[in-house]
């Protein structure tokens, strides 16, 4: 992968990053990424949704803090919150982040549903239905709004977020991982139509990343955390500035020749 060679190399653009609402997030890892290459930035969050998680929220204060100080001069950063659930949340969101921050240059879809999931056997239509509006519609529908404001200048960027349901089975996450499957399923479609646009779609699964729930004490056996561990080859399981340098290196300039890929940022993760 190539190193964005550029400090600033995203100056004069604004990017619109869901799911942001914790300091210990990939969307949070991925809005300082982006703030530190100069971009602008429109932060979207739920908080009420990690609320009710094991690892909680955290002070909306305290996650503008941290991606404020990264700022380049001129750089501006919005927030705005939303329940994606919502069928008409997607392009609401879009619309209001373009009247706060103006053209929108670059959309990373980092948000997701956690909990309520279960086996094919435990599975209902509720719990199926709450996912995809979440984790799959909601990603389709930011992505249709942000197509239709952008204007063809260069540099527009969508990024998505999938699992690694194509390499192995995620027992337990039914609902999770069928939603995912079809945002990993559809991106070559939606990629080849957005080009015509001048915009790249690409798809990034970060594999097992510890935004919290890998953490002692939320709910996974410490035996079970340590076999997981040992799976990477580095003895430790990915942050979330490891997917965090692979989007960004998507969204810049630098990844001007990839799109309709899923890509898989995994640290060399071994399944069985």
């Given at each position: 992968?190539?190193?964005?060679?550029?400090?600033?190399?995203?100056?004069?653009?604004?990017?619109?990053?869901?799911?942001?609402?914790?300091?210990?997030?990939?969307?949070?890892?991925?809005?300082?990424?982006?703030a530190?290459?100069?971009?602008?930035?429109?932060?979207?969050?739920h908080?009420?949704?990690?609320?009710?998680?094991?690892?909680?929220?955290?002070?909306?204060?305290?996650?503008?803090?941290?991606?404020?100080?990264?700022?380049?001069?001129?750089?501006?950063?919005?927030?705005i919150?939303?329940?994606?659930?919502?069928?008409?949340?997607?392009?609401g969101?879009?619309?209001?982040?373009?009247?706060?921050?103006?053209?929108?240059?670059?959309?990373?879809?980092?948000?997701?549903?956690?909990?309520?999931?279960?086996?094919?056997?435990?599975?209902?239509?509720?719990?199926?239905?709450?996912?995809?509006?979440?984790?799959?519609?909601?990603?389709?529908?930011?992505?249709?709004?942000?197509?239709a404001?952008?204007?063809?200048?260069?540099?527009?960027?969508?990024i998505?977020?999938?699992?690694?349901?194509?390499?192995?089975?995620?027992?337990?996450?039914?609902?999770?991982a069928?939603?995912?499957?079809?945002?990993?399923?559809v991106?070559?479609?939606?990629a080849?139509?957005?080009?015509?646009?001048?915009?790249?779609?690409?798809?990034?699964?970060?594999?097992?990343v510890?935004?919290?729930y890998?953490?002692?004490?939320?709910?996974?056996?410490?035996?079970?955390?340590?076999?997981?561990?040992?799976?990477?080859?580095?003895?430790?399981?990915?942050?979330?500035?490891?997917?965090?340098?692979?989007?960004?290196?998507?969204?810049s300039?630098?990844?001007?020749?990839?799109?309709g890929?899923?890509?898989?940022t995994?640290?060399?993760?071994?399944r069985?």
């Amino acid at each position: 992968m190539g190193r964005v060679k550029d400090e600033r190399s995203l100056h004069g653009r604004t990017a619109l990053v869901t799911g942001t609402s914790r300091r210990a997030g990939i969307g949070y890892a991925v809005a300082a990424r982006l703030a530190s290459m100069g971009a602008s930035l429109v932060l979207h969050h739920h908080r009420a949704h990690d609320a009710d998680q094991p690892w909680g929220e955290d002070p909306l204060e305290d996650v503008r803090a941290g991606i404020q100080e990264r700022l380049a001069p001129g750089a501006r950063l919005f927030d705005i919150g939303a329940d994606l659930a919502d069928p008409q949340a997607p392009a609401g969101v879009i619309e209001r982040a373009g009247g706060l921050a103006g053209h929108l240059d670059i959309l990373v879809c980092n948000h997701a549903r956690s909990g309520g999931d279960g086996t094919l056997a435990d599975i209902g239509a509720e719990a199926l239905d709450g996912h995809w509006a979440v984790d799959a519609r909601s990603t389709l529908l930011l992505t249709k709004a942000f197509a239709a404001q952008h204007d063809g200048r260069d540099g527009g960027r969508v990024i998505w977020m999938t699992s690694g349901q194509q390499h192995g089975p995620m027992r337990g996450e039914v609902a999770y991982a069928a939603a995912k499957a079809a945002l990993a399923g559809v991106t070559a479609t939606v990629a080849d139509e957005l080009a015509d646009q001048g915009i790249l779609l690409n798809t990034v699964n970060p594999g097992p990343v510890n935004t919290g729930y890998l953490s002692p004490g939320m709910g996974i056996p410490d035996d079970v955390l340590e076999d997981l561990r040992a799976r990477f080859p580095a003895g430790r399981f990915g942050e979330p500035d490891d997917p965090a340098r692979l989007i960004a290196w998507l969204v810049s300039d630098e990844g001007r020749w990839m799109t309709g890929q899923v890509l898989h940022t995994e640290g060399g993760f071994r399944r069985f």
